[in-house]
């Protein structure tokens, strides 16, 4: 069962797209009932799958003063469950159903050091609290990583705005991100915000505890699209139930248990907020966690594991020449709540 929040949808028309960088399609909306979005809000939205409806999450990266038109981008992700290409199929004229925007990821004004952290698609979260800190003259830094930089939206008009505030560091140009050199030189006293992979979000936060810092100081927003391996297709079984499904590449553990008539607790659908905790007891193959709901300890610990995001791969390599049966996917043995 879905835990409740204050969502009020309303109709949007699709009012221009274009792309912004490889993958990645900019999509102008025009809400029927506008309100301000503050930054680090998001939307949701629902897609078409296959015949079927479904709801996505998306920041929003740029909103005018009345909330009248809203801006948010979406990559198409190489193994997509089906929302990105639907997104990526609208044209001006189309109409989506949206909600007001919602905020899980507030900017705090105030503080007295900014560093504002976003990895690839990432930068959808934070280029508007970077515009924000720039209008109230904050001090701040902007902190860009990338794979390549046609990969990197709205790079250019961040380096027009920002100036030397901006920080890029691209993978394929060797000036790849070093996180324990942006976590070392954090002062006492400076709130960092981040989005993006998991991999880098769980290295600044292990960067974080190992340093001390005030834990309420960091803050992110996660997409939970990312993890360790490769997603590969596995079993998830509730003896309790009599339950076994499928979970396919491109779909997540608790929407193949939902398929499959079992009734979950969830909200996020994201890995934050552990709602959708389910216990593991047995598992053949390996957990790749996804999620930043649990601590590093717990991860490596094995017994839980939050089934928005994380997966099971066939080995604890997440190579199929390692896998634990020849060709056999990997299967998971879980209770639920």
């Known amino acids: 069962m879905a835990a409740t929040n204050n969502e009020v949808w309303q109709s949007a028309t699709v009012v221009a797209v274009a792309d912004v960088a490889a993958g990645i399609r900019r999509i102008e909306l025009e809400p029927s009932a506008p309100k301000h979005a503050e930054p680090g809000s998001h939307i949701d939205l629902v897609v078409t799958i296959n015949g079927e409806q479904e709801k996505r999450s998306y ?72 515009a924000v800190l720039r209008n109230v003259k904050a001090d701040y830094t902007l902190v860009y990583a990338g794979r390549t930089r046609a990969a990197m939206a709205y790079l250019q008009g961040l380096q027009n705005l920002h100036g030397d505030r901006l920080q890029v560091h691209v993978d394929d140009e060797g000036s790849g991100l070093d996180v324990n050199a942006l976590v070392g030189g954090i002062d006492l006293g400076t ?28 803050r992110y927003e996660t997409f939970g699209n990312s993890g360790w391996y490769d997603p590969e297709e596995f079993l998830v079984r509730i003896p309790r139930l009599g339950i076994e499904a499928k979970v396919g590449q491109g779909r997540s553990m608790l929407e193949a248990l939902e398929d499959a008539g079992v009734d979950m607790m969830f909200d996020c659908r994201k890995g934050e907020c552990g709602l959708c905790e389910v216990r593991i007891l047995n598992l053949n193959g390996a957990v790749d966690h996804r999620d930043v709901f649990y601590s590093e300890r717990q991860q490596h610990a094995g017994e839980k594991m939050c089934c928005c995001v994380s997966r099971a ?9 390692d896998a634990y049966s020849s060709g056999a996917p990997a299967v998971v043995t879980i209770d639920v709540s």
């Not at 038109?69 to 193994?79: C, D, G, R, T």
């Not at 791969?313 to 020449?321: I, K, L, N, P, Y």
Request: proline fraction near 6%; charge should be positive; glycine fraction near 10%.
């Open 59 to 130: 920041s929003v990266v740029e909103s005018n003063d009345l909330g009248n038109n809203l801006v948010i981008s979406v990559f198409k992700a190489p193994v997509s469950r089906g929302g990105s290409v639907f997104m990526h199929s609208l044209k001006p004229g189309d109409t989506l159903r949206i909600t007001q925007p919602l905020q899980n990821f507030p900017l705090r004004i105030g503080a007295k050091r900014y560093v504002l952290l976003a990895g690839g698609i990432g930068i959808t979260a934070i280029l508007n609290m970077a």
């Open 191 to 218: 709130e960092l915000y981040m989005c993006g992979p998991i991999r880098l979000m769980d290295a600044v936060r292990r960067g974080w505890t190992e340093r001390e810092l005030a834990l309420p100081d960091l």
């Open 313 to 321: 791969v066939s080995s604890a390599t997440g190579s199929r020449a």
